[in-house]
Structure formats: C-alpha cells, structure tokens
C-alpha cells in the first residue's frame, strides 16, 4: 500500500461523510416538517440532535485516545447508518412515532459528534504516514470539507425535492457506510502501536474523569490552544448571526432579494475552496503568525463593512471573493498549530473539546442578530457584530504569546518526495 492511500481513502471517506451530513440537515428538517406540519417540532428535532453532538463531542476525547480514532470513527460511521436507516424503514412501517424521531436523531447526535471529533484526530497519523507537511494535509482536509459543504447542500436540495426527505434518509444512511467502508479499507494498520498494559494487580488504571480533567488541563494551560478554542468560538457565533439574519436581512432591505443570499454564500464558499487548495500548496511556506492576522483581516470585518455601506452587490461578491480565499488559509494553519502543540496520547481528547468549544455558541448566533437588528437597526447591527468580529480576531495581535504559532517542530527527512 503506497503511502498516500491512507490520505486520499481519507479524503474520499471525509466528502462522502460531509456530502451525507449535508443531506440528513436538509432532509430530516423537511421530513419532520412535512409529516408533522409543525414548525415547533422541527425546531424541537433540531435542537435534539445539536445538543448531545456537542456534549458528546466535548466528552469523547478519553474514548478516542483509548481505543484509536480509527476504530471510534469507523464505529461511528456503522452506528449512523443503522440509526438514520431506522427512520424512513420506521415510517415506511408506519411505527414512527414522535418520541421515537426524537430519540434517533438525538442518538444521531451523539454518534456524529465523536465520530467528527475521531475523524479530525487521525489527520496527524495521516501527517506521519504520508511524510507531508501538516499544512498540505490540513489544507487539502480543509479544501475536501468546504468543497463537500458547497457540492453537496446543492445536490441534497436537488434530492430531497426528488425523492422526498424518507427516502433522502436512505442515501444518507448509504452514505455513512460508504464513508466507513472506504476509510476501513484504505487506513487498515494506520493506528499508533499501543503498548501493551503491564499486569500489575496493585495498579489502577486512571479514571475517566481523570483523563478527562488532563484533556482540558492541557489546553487550558496552553495560552495559543485555549486563545484559539475561545476565538472560533466566538468567530462562528458572530459568522452564525451573519448567515441566518444580517445576511438575509440586508437582501430583503436592499431589494436584491433571496437569490442575492444564495449567490453570496456560493461565492464566498467557492473562493474558499480555492484558497484551501492554495494554502495546501503554499501554507507551509508561510510565516503562521501574520498568515493568520491578514487572513482574518481580509476575511472578517469588510464584509459587515459593504453591507453597511450599501455598496453595489458587484463589490460585495468581490470582497467574498477575496475574503472567501483568505478564510481558506485559516483551518490549514489553525489545525497544524492544534495537532504540533498536542502530545499524541492527549489528541483525541484536546482534539474533540477544541471542535466542542468551537460549536458550543453557534446555536446562539440567530439569536444574537435577530436581537441586534430588532433593537438597534440592520446598519448598527452590523457595524456591531463586525467590530466584535474584528476585535475577537485581532486580538492576537497584543499578545505575544500568540507568535509561538510559527515554532514548527523538526521534521525527519522523508523517505519519498513531498509532492502530492
């Protein structure tokens, strides 16, 4: 087996896995929405399935690190496509009932988020395996995600709208075991060699709370890996408000309409496809420090800035344009930094608490901008959210400990050619 199958039966698992992520957002919304006719129920399912992805995402970690993140993801991808299968065969039987939907897609829930969390872990094998640079992994994983994202939310629509959200749920179940097919077959021996346990009958074995506890001590002592728990955090809240209010505020005030909405989310997303691809070439290559400073300074505040300004539609696609390239340097960098500063034996946990922490406020982005532009008006609102975006992104720039991000470890010459 070359060693680059690993990485590309990786990559190709990962645009399955995110494509049928895509669907299951758009097809068991619909599903709920049109059998129960209710938008209080949808809501309800919803929020079933973000709040144990996130609690079991955060509490994942010591069950990663144990068992391997190979073995956690592979059993998460079969657990999901028998609990996601079960629903459209429950309908089709008739035997769906309330409680039951909610309780599958909360277990849903709970299996997606270690198994994203798992999934994320196995990049720095994947970095050692193939003798890359953390960069060119990061940034292909990162131009893989955004390119599954924007593909694959345009040909669920198309599916749900053809076959109805039951039967959606059937591609997406397939889905997940193509994903863990393809990832079983092409990463078999990538799992780190564990030794084996000394039989001491006077040892005791550290707890899971234990393990736990030295996941987050870890991180919380390290000033760059908490400052950018806290900072995506805050990042995707902000980007939450952007998405689901200001956004769609500022095209029904400004007369562009829904599909301006469309456009400049397609935009900004296909520009961020091409600047992962890019930092997978180049990233590596750059100072991580200012790489990151001047991405976010292209990819944050101007964009609240134009739709305050009422600026032609044409400029603002162009600063998506230029934004969108800038935020694809962001996740190659951001994650090499993660996955260096992290000992192998605390990556699983220090892995799945900073993908955690960086959902943890996303479901009070909608809230945060209904309430500012209710109170305060869609310009305020925006020049508001877009100060607090440029604050929380540049302030790195008065902390020294921040420029640490460019301390890149040795590497060992490689057996083989880097180019990919």
Known sequence: MSRRTPLWGYLVAEAVSISGTRLSMIAIPWFVLTSTRSATMTGLVAAAEMAPLVLLQFLSGPFIDRLGARRVALFCDWASALVVGTIPLLHELGLLTIPALVGLVALAGALRGPGDAARHAMLPLLVEHAHLPTERVTGLAGAVERSASLVGAAVAGAVVAAVGGADALVVDAGSFLLSAVVLGITTRGLSPARPEPEEDAHEVASSYVRELRDGWR?????????????????????????????????????????????LLAATFGASAVVGSVLAAAWAERLPRYRTYLVAFLMCGAPRFVMLALDAPLWSILLVAV????????????????LFERTPPDLMGRVSAMNIAMSWSLIPLGGILGGVAVS?????????????????????????????EMDHRPAREPAGEPTSV
């Open 218 to 262: 870890f991180m919380r002592r390290d000033p760059v890996l908490m400052g950018i728990g806290v900072m995506v955090a805050v990042t995707n809240l902000l980007d939450q408000a952007w998405s689901v209010v200001l956004v769609p505020v500022w095209a029904k005030e400004s007369g562009y309409g829904v599909a301006a909405v469309g």
């Open 322 to 337: 230029v934004g969108g390239c800038a935020s694809g340097f962001l996740n190659p960098v951001l994650g090499a930094v």
């Open 375 to 403: 109170t305060a008006g869609l310009v305020p609102a925006l020049l508001l959210v877009g100060a607090a975006y440029l604050v929380t992104t540049m302030a790195p720039a008065v902390q020294p400990r921040w420029k």
